[in-house]
Each structure stands twice: as C-alpha cells, then as structure tokens.
C-alpha cells in the first residue's frame, strides 16, 4: 500500500503562484510514475502533468505547459507541482497520483482545493 499526503492548496489571485507538495509513504519501491491531476465541478478528472520516477521524463497538459513544473525530491519522497501565472480555469481540486505498472496500480490522495480569483 502507498500512502500520499497533499498539501499547499489554497486561493489565489490570478497570475499569483502555489506549490502543491505531495508526501508518499509505505511501499513505494514499485513506483514508476507520479503525476498530478485535477477535477472541477461538473468537469472529468484531466492530467495536470507526470513525470517518471527516474526524472528522465515528464509530461505536461498544454493548458498548463510553460506555466507548471513537477519535481521531486526522492529523500523525502515528495512530488511537487509548481504552479505560476495561475489563471481562473485552474480552479479544481487537484490530486497527486502514484503509478505502479508492476502491479497496474494506481494510488490517489484525497485532494487538494486550488482556487484562483480574478
């Protein structure tokens, strides 16, 4: 089982900046992709961007290419989401997501609310 943790939501003024972080624990030795998503009322979960564990690939929505920038930092087993020049249509609730392809398992957290104001 893995274990994730977000924090760093929060409301925003548009073209203002947030750092989502998302902490892991448990067995998190299978895992090969971590990412972020997002959901807004009314609307399908989407990708937000993801990257390999590794950190030799990443991958981003265009919606959010050149805006958002997911790192991570393998001593504390955080991913983070980097998010500038926030726009109205970010607002959702964003999720950290794990990928284990060696189990075809996916963990989720329980989410965090980015609210951005014009």
């Known amino acids: 089982q893995v274990q994730l943790v977000e924090s760093g939501g929060g409301l925003v003024q548009a073209g203002g900046s947030l750092r989502l972080s998302c902490a892991a624990s448990?067995?998190?030795?299978?895992?090969?992709?971590m990412g972020w998503f997002r959901e807004a009322p009314g609307k399908q979960r989407e990708l937000v961007a993801a990257m390999t564990t590794g950190g030799d690939s990443t991958n981003y929505a265009d919606f959010v290419k050149g805006r958002f920038t997911i790192s991570k930092d393998n001593a504390k087993n955080t991913v983070y989401l980097q998010m500038n020049s926030l726009k109205p249509e970010d607002t959702s609730v964003y999720y950290c997501?794990?990928?284990?392809?060696?189990?075809?398992?996916?963990?989720w957290g329980q989410g965090t609310q980015v609210t951005v104001s014009s």
């Open positions: 448990g067995n998190i030795f299978s895992i090969d992709v």
């Open positions: 997501n794990f990928h284990s392809s060696m189990y075809s398992r996916s963990y």
